[in-house]
Each structure stands twice: as C-alpha cells, then as structure tokens.
C-alpha cells in the first residue's frame, strides 16, 4: 500500500523573499488558486503581520477548494508569554487553516542571533507550537537549520524538535537553510529524525545554495520523510528553494517513489504542471527559463540530427518522460545540426505534407545550412525558418514591397538647452500597386523604422493592430572588420502568440530591418492576409 506524501508549497512566503519579487494580494490570491487547483496540499500564504499585503491577504477566507491555507510566523519573542506576543497574535487570529513557526535548532544560532539561554529557546519552541495546536488545530515547526544545528550539536538539535513534537506538531520541518548540506548528509541526518519521530511527522525544506535543492529533497523523501517544501520555478532567498516544478513530476513518474508514494496530484492535474510555471512567470514579468526541468521550452527540443530521427522513430529514445504528462510539448528544431528527418517532423508540425524524398527538403536543408553558415540561427527563430520552408514551396504571397528606407540618428541640444537623441525613419513601400511614403520617429533607429513601417500599410494595417516587438537581441559575429550582426526578434499578438525572427547583415539596422519584416509576414501569413495587387499611384501616409 503506497504511503501519501505531502506537498508543501512556500511561493508565496519564501518565493515573496526573493530578490526582485513583489507579489500584490491579487498575484497571491491567483496563484493561491492555481496551486490548489494543481492539488498541492498545503498552501503557505505568507507571514501575517509582517507586511500589509501579506496582512491582508490572511484579512478575510483565501477561497481554497482542496489545499489547507498555511500562515508562516516565529516563535513567540523570548522574555514574554505566547499569549503576549503581538507577532505571534496575527499569526494565530488570521484565516489560515494551519500554521507553520520557524524556530531556532543550532545552537550557534540561539547563542548569536537570539542571544538567549538554550533552555529559554527550547521552552518558547514548545510554548509557541502548543499555542498554535490549541488555536488553529494544525501546528507545524519549521526546524531553522535543522542540518547545520544537528553536525554542531545534535543532541541539542533533535531536542528542540522533541519540544515541538511534544507540544503537539503534526509536522516538524527539517531545513536547510543556508543551503549548503549534501544529500548524503541529508540522507543519513533525516533518518535519524524518522526513526524518533515517524516519517508521517518529518518534512524537508531546502534551499539550493549548492544547485542540491530537489536532490536533498528527493534524499529527505527517499529517507522516510513525508512531507516536501518547495517553490513554483524554485524562486526563494538567495539561491532559491527546492523547485516544485522540477519535485513534483520526479516524485510521480520516477521510481522508487512512484511506486512507494501517492500525492494530492492526479495525471489530470499533472498536466497543468507547464501552465503552472508560466502563470508565475507571466505575474513577475519574466521570461520562462527554457532550460526548465520538465517545462522548459527546450525541455523536449530536439535538435541533433541524429536525434530526431530516433525520435521519429519512438520519442523513447530520448525522451525520459512524455512531454504531454507534465503538458509540455515535443519540439523539432531546424539548424546546421539537423538532418532531413528534422526538416520532415518539423512540416508535419507545420501541417506541410511532403513526400519525403521530395528533393526539395534536401535543397531546404542546404539552404538552412548555407545560411546558418553565414549567421543565420533558426533553431532561435522557428518563425523565420517557417518562411523561409514556405517560400521555398511557394507558400507565401508577395504581400507589399519595401523600395527603400533611411534611419537617421541625431544628437542635439534642445529647446531648453538639454541633450537629446533623436531617430527619424521613412519608408517607401508599395502596397496594392500603391507607393506609400511613411515617417515615423523612436527611441533608436529601428523603433523609428518599425513606427514608420506599421504606420501605413495600407489595407494590411488592421491584421497588424495587436503586433508587439517584445525583445531584441543582438549578438555581433566574427571579430573585426568581417563582423556581421546577427538580430534576434521576439514578436507578440493581441491572441498570446509569440513568434521569434532573425535576420543578419554587416549593418545593425539592415539585420533589425529584415528580422522586423520577418515578423510583419509571418504574421501576415498566420492571419490568412490576400496576396498584393498590382497598379501605381503614390501618396504620403496620412493623407
Ligand atoms: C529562514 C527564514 O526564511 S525565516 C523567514 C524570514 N522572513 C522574513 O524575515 C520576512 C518577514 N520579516 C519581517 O517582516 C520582519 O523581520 C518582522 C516583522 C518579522 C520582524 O521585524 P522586527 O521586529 O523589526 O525585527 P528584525 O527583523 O529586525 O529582527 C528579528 C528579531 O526576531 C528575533 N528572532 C528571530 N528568529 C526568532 C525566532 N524564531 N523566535 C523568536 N525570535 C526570533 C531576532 O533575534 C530579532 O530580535 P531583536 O529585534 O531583539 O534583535
Ligand atoms: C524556514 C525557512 O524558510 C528556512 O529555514 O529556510
């Protein structure tokens, strides 16, 4: 009979420690709901009374369906009784269906940074946590530097967890702080707490201050403990926690635990397990990690010739999960790496149905490799390898024709006698047979360019509305006078689509221009725009 085990999420308490990270009642309460949707067990909210977000996030029911909301707090201050202790009262009078306190377990810690007797330390541990039993009716102790405390002193250390679990814990929580234990120690140190106490009573927390995170915590689990503490995409002080994204799916698909576990999560909500992960990202702003265990971008990428073709064959060969299970995606990259099986799996992504000795894929294929000889990246910029494969079948109409451009950048001193720069762009495109002069001003030439670009044209406009250049990357090639730039462009829509373009030249704007045009017709094409038409008038954009 497999044993439960149980998931602990601290995003919103520790991952709210992170460099850089903000959250607002609103993000917490939309990733509160996210993570009970997932079917994580515990859901730890923050610390009430530190701040007044997180006070008025445990102002009023959170809302949760499954998960028990958990409020984080400290042991009562030394030298006052629990019932007298303002901090520990928010904690206790919040709606919160647990509560979680951290306390001192090394005793280098209860002599420094408490300056307090160990005994007294000892004691308020006990006496906080049976305040907590008595009231919430769920108490956990987050056992502060569990690991550290029990290599200085581990008679001490297992004493202060003896006093929670005496005062009525249902969890004691072995952290490792400072992140710096490795999972050998962690192994044979959580043991020695299991065996005392009970698995069912011991949880790990770990930080990864050693890159060591989900393995100490794997070694925790593997060692009998029964409840895991982590963060979405490992946010957290300093290096960060245990990341929930990479523990969970470890702890379902692979064996032993497997086989010896069952968690909150079933195959259904292991799927949102991606979606997850990017709703974080999306609140803080940030660009997913492609690199991501399980639900990176390039978690399933596959990119070596040899790969794909395997691949193709049976995605066992080198996938070690399917992608679906956690609700990612196979990707088949195209590069000077690829071989016609990548071009072939990469059109029926495209829905391009080819015989697959049509020599054109091999013509494609050179042509990818020529080019990318020459700077080009496609494996980066699947949206222009999708137009350059569609040209070369003849898939993509003439849109519009640019007859030239110019970008000029001016340094002068203004009105009021300040320094200012100044990018000035016009260009001449000719739309349905129509010549189109457009200006457009930015806050560099290729803004200008794009503002000039997208002012007017014509009856493509309006596919356009919801185009957004999301980032830019430039990256210079070669050394010396051979140097060409290579642009990298990332482009959104109104719908949530996001497609990247890469264009190359000696000349920075030239390589932004055909990156930025790259973009302007895919999009086009994706939004099923008619071919141009032909005739000649000319008019000025505006008029
Ligand atoms: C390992 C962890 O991640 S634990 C969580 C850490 N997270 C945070 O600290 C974020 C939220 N914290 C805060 O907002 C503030 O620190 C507060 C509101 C909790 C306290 O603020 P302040 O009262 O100004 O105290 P300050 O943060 O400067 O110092 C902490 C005090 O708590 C004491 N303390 C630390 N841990 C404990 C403990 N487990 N039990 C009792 N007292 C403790 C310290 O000795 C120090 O006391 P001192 O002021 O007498 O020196
Ligand atoms: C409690 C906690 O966050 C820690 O000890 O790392």
Redesign the pocket.
């Known amino acids: 009979m497999a044993e439960r085990l149980y998931l602990f999420d601290t995003t919103l ?2 991952g709210a ?1 992170t460099q850089g990270v903000d959250f607002s009642v609103e993000d917490k309460r939309t990733i509160a709901a996210a993570l009970d949707r997932l079917g994580i067990d515990y859901i730890e909210g923050g ?1 009430p ?3 007044p977000t997180d006070s008025a996030f445990f102002g009023a029911p959170q809302g949760l369906k499954r998960g028990r909301m958990v409020a ?1 707090g ?5 030298g006052r009784s629990a019932a007298n202790d303002p ?1 520990l009262a928010q904690v206790l009078d919040s709606h919160s269906d647990a509560a979680c ?4 377990t090394w005793d280098f810690h209860v002599d420094v ?3 307090i007797s160990r005994e007294e330390n000892r004691d ?1 541990i006990g006496e906080s946590i049976a305040a907590v039993k008595a009231r919430k009716g769920e108490a956990m102790f ?1 056992a ?1 530097h569990f690991f550290d405390g029990y290599k200085a002193n581990p008679d001490y250390a297992l004493e202060c967890l003896a006093a929670a679990y005496e005062a009525g814990a249902r969890w004691l929580v072995l ?1 490792d ?1 400072n992140g710096g234990s490795m999972p050998h120690e962690v192994a044979e140190i959580t043991a020695v707490a299991v065996a005392r106490f009970g698995g069912d009573r011991i949880g790990i927390h770990a930080h990864n201050d050693t890159e060591n995170a989900v393995a100490n915590s794997l070694a925790a689990v593997k060692a009998g403990a029964r409840q895991v503490q982590g963060t979405i995409n490992g946010l957290g ?1 300093r290096c960060g926690n245990a990341n929930m994204i990479a523990l969970i799916p470890s702890l379902i698909l692979k064996p032993p635990f497997r086989d010896a576990l069952t968690t909150g999560i079933s195959a259904d909500q292991l799927a949102h397990l991606t979606s997850v992960s990017r709703l974080l990202d999306e609140l803080l702003n940030r660009a997913p990690n492609r690199h991501a265990a399980y639900v990176g971008e390039n978690a399933f990428a596959h990119k070596g010739g040899l790969h794909v073709s395997a691949v193709e064959k049976d995605p066992r060969t080198y996938e070690h999960v399917p992608p679906e299970t956690v609700g990612n995606a196979r990707k088949i990259l195209v590069s000077d790496q690829a071989g016609r099986s990548n071009v072939i799996a990469r059109f029926r992504e495209l829905d391009i149905h080819l015989d697959p000795k049509d020599p054109r894929i091999n013509r494609l294929l050179d042509e990818v490799k020529e080019r990318e000889a020459t700077g080009y990246a496609y494996d980066g910029a699947e949206a222009s390898f999708e137009l350059l494969a569609r040209r070369a079948l003849g898939q993509v109409p003439d849109y519009f024709q640019v007859e030239r451009y110019r970008a000029l950048v001016e340094r002068r001193y203004n009105a009021r006698g300040q320094l200012t720069t100044v990018s000035e762009a016009v260009v001449k495109c000719i739309v349905d047979g129509e010549t189109i002069l457009s200006a457009g001003e930015g806050n560099g030439p290729v803004n200008a360019l794009d503002n000039a670009l997208r002012q007017d044209l014509g009856r493509y406009s309006g596919y356009l509305k919801g185009l957004r250049l999301v980032d830019f990357k430039v990256r210079i090639l070669n050394g010396g006078t051979e140097a060409v730039t290579r642009v990298l462009v990332e482009s959104a829509d109104e719908a949530g689509a996001r497609w990247f373009t890469v264009g190359v030249s000696p000349n920075i704007v030239e390589a932004s221009f055909d990156a930025l045009m790259d973009s302007i017709v895919w999009k086009l094409y994706r939004a099923g725009a008619p071919p141009g038409r032909v005739g000649q008038t000319a008019r000025l954009a505006g008029a």
């Open positions: 308490r520790d420690q610390w009374g530190a701040n984080f400290m042991t009562k201050r030394p901090g306190l951290v306390g001192k940074a408490l300056g308020l987050d502060e952290c702080t002080e």
